[in-house]
């Protein structure tokens, strides 16, 4: 598993290492470090990392831009930020992050982050759509669906690659897709949290700036379980 430690902090960079090289050695995993100084390093490398720490605050470039260029390449890493403000949390998750750590943290709480991310990494569930533009059906992992709408009999699922057709009914589509972040906001409509960045009473936005509709009756649902996935997300508070 490779993982970076983006961090201006040498000594952090360093004692986090450590700690994850003591977590794998539990767990019978290899793990193979890179550490970065700052986000401009880490993008010159150029590298497919599985997991990343980041620090949100560094002199050159920080984290909430950093990981920005790396979505924008399609980079779906793991990305799990780390800083000593909770104020940013809510910045961090603009950009898809999967964990939120607070300076200084507790060695369970970054224990408890890696074992969400291997589990994570291990139960990620796949696909069958059809690329309408090649004419052929492929196989897509299901956490990178923004959100699917219905479309007939069939199912238009959003992704930041394109747009691709699922051949069944969005009642189907939804029960194969993780409940935990998955959530079918309207008869129309299933979203990922993972790319919300705001909504009102009416409809959900996401990161690529496109937007869902959700109905009235389900908006209390939604906001109740949207809260307790970000409470999820952000340990360490």
Same mark, same amino acid.
């Given at each position: 598993? /490779?993982?970076?430690?983006?961090?201006?902090?040498?000594?952090?960079?360093?004692?986090?290492?450590?700690?994850?090289?003591?977590?794998?050695?539990? /767990?019978?995993?290899?793990?193979?470090?890179?550490?970065?100084?700052?986000?401009?390093?880490?993008?010159?490398?150029?590298?497919?990392?599985?997991? *990343?720490?980041?620090? /949100?605050?560094?002199?050159?470039?920080?984290?909430? $831009?950093? !990981?920005?260029?790396?979505?924008?390449?399609?980079?779906?890493?793991?990305?799990?930020?780390? %800083?000593?403000?909770? $104020?940013?949390?809510? +910045?961090?998750?603009?950009?898809?992050?999967?964990?939120?750590?607070?300076?200084?943290?507790?060695?369970?709480?970054?224990?408890?982050?890696?074992?969400?991310?291997?589990?994570?990494?291990?139960?990620?569930?796949? *696909? !069958?759509?059809? +690329?309408?533009?090649?004419?052929?059906?492929?196989?897509?992992? @299901?956490? @990178?669906?923004?959100?699917?709408?219905? $479309?007939?009999?069939?199912?238009?699922?959003?992704?930041?690659?394109?747009?691709?057709?699922? %051949?069944? #009914? *969005? %009642?189907?589509?939804?029960?194969?897709?993780?409940?935990?972040?998955?959530?079918?906001?309207?008869? %129309?409509?299933?979203?990922?949290?993972? &790319?919300?960045?705001?909504?009102?009473?009416?409809?959900?936005?996401?990161?690529?700036?496109? #937007?869902?509709?959700?109905?009235?009756?389900?908006?209390? +649902?939604? #906001?109740? #379980? &949207?809260?307790?996935?970000?409470?999820?997300?952000? *340990?360490? @508070?």
């Amino acid at each position: 598993m /490779h993982i970076a430690v983006c961090d201006d902090e040498s000594f952090f960079r360093k004692t986090l290492s450590e700690e994850l090289y003591i977590y794998a050695d539990k /767990h019978g995993l290899n793990f193979i470090i890179y550490e970065y100084s700052d986000g401009m390093e880490l993008l010159a490398a150029d590298m497919s990392f599985d997991l *990343i720490f980041m620090d /949100h605050q560094m002199t050159d470039k920080n984290g909430l $831009d950093t !990981v920005s260029v790396l979505r924008k390449r399609n980079v779906d890493t793991t990305v799990i930020f780390v %800083s000593s403000y909770k $104020d940013v949390v809510f +910045d961090s998750m603009k950009v898809n992050a999967f964990r939120f750590l607070v300076k200084p943290f507790e060695k369970e709480d970054l224990y408890e982050a890696l074992d969400s991310v291997i589990k994570n990494l291990a139960k990620t569930a796949y *696909i !069958v759509v059809k +690329d309408t533009v090649n004419q052929k059906n492929i196989t897509i992992p @299901e956490n @990178e669906i923004i959100y699917a709408q219905a $479309d007939n009999i069939y199912a238009e699922v959003v992704t930041a690659q394109g747009i691709f057709l699922y %051949s069944n #009914k *969005i %009642s189907l589509l939804v029960k194969k897709l993780n409940e935990e972040y998955f959530y079918r906001s309207n008869r %129309s409509y299933i979203v990922n949290f993972n &790319y919300i960045i705001g909504y009102s009473k009416k409809e959900i936005e996401f990161s690529n700036g496109q #937007k869902a509709l959700i109905s009235s009756s389900k908006f209390k +649902d939604f #906001k109740s #379980k &949207y809260l307790n996935y970000l409470k999820r997300k952000s *340990i360490g @508070e």
